[in-house]
């Protein structure tokens, strides 16, 4: 059995929706939704929500994370995969029985394809549309692997509690573990984070500044370039961004302030 688990904080309307669409999915799977410090109705919404599959939900009070959130469902997930996937990431049909094809050998994680709708592309958010994967696009929009695997790495790092850095960090002890990392096409996901827009560019410092941190952490330089924050690179992308951004649409100022985040938790000159 696999076991989906939903992290949410106060988007009721957007889980509602991604809960009625895992009802048309066929298979044997179990979904576990952990409320992170929700003020909204999403707790009132999920005990009067009657679905055809099996369904468990727990209430995290303060919220601490998504990290957090993730590794509580997974403590109690029944299913022998964990599918980690965000409350406005909403599965298309042949979603779930997809990701249940790619774990045919030991150790395998598996990416599905992530695309976001026609309004958002373009701003930053999370699009992964193939052919392959690599450690650092393990996210908790559309990955599963192994429970086993997973709590042989130790989950992820509750230490990162604000935006960004949990999914790298995890994606990168994978990685050395030796997992066998596959992109499942046919696991097909939209990202509908329209929050996102007007807040993409707070977003783009932050998850700069949260990849440095995951770069001090390991202290592997491979990390530093693969994540686009090795100084060199910072240094570059604000000498020539400013004047060459317009070129590069809205993601010339998201890439602007993913260096910014960076630099400044590097602590380099042009930061101060």
């Known amino acids: ?44 919404f999920l005990q009067r929500y009657n679905p055809p599959y099996a369904l468990r939900f727990i209430e995290i009070t303060p919220g601490l994370g998504a990290a957090n959130a993730r590794n509580r469902g997974a403590g109690i997930a029944k299913g022998d995969i964990l599918l980690f996937s965000d409350d406005d990431v909403i599965p298309q049909p042949g979603w779930i029985e997809a990701h249940q094809k790619a774990h045919t050998q030991p150790r395998t994680v598996a990416v599905g394809r992530l695309e ?13 549309k193939g052919p392959r994967a690599f450690w650092w696009n393990i996210t908790g929009n559309n990955t599963s692997l192994p429970r086993a695997l997973f709590e042989e790495v130790g989950g992820y790092d509750p230490a990162f509690s604000g935006y960004g850095g949990e999914d790298p960090d995890l994606g990168y002890r994978l990685m050395r573990a030796g997992a066998r990392l596959v992109f499942v096409r046919d696991a097909l996901a939209v990202h509908e984070a329209f929050d996102y827009r007007g807040r993409a560019l707070e977003k783009a410092r932050q998850a700069g500044a949260a990849h440095v941190r995951v770069c001090r952490k390991h202290r592997d330089p491979r990390i530093a370039w693969a994540l686009g924050v090795h100084p060199v690179l910072v240094s570059l992308k604000l000498a020539l961004l400013p004047s060459f951004k317009g070129l590069l649409g809205a993601r010339g100022d998201y890439e602007l302030a993913y260096a910014w985040g960076a630099s400044e938790a590097w602590n380099l000159p042009s930061a101060s």
């Open 1 to 44: 059995m696999i076991s989906i688990i939903i992290p949410t904080h106060n988007r009721r309307e957007l889980l509602e929706k991604k809960l009625r669409a895992l009802e048309t999915q066929p298979g044997a799977f179990e979904v576990i939704v952990v409320a992170d410090g929700c003020t909204d109705d999403t707790l009132e």
């Open 116 to 128: 976001l709708p026609p309004e958002l592309r373009g701003t930053g958010a999370a699009e992964l």
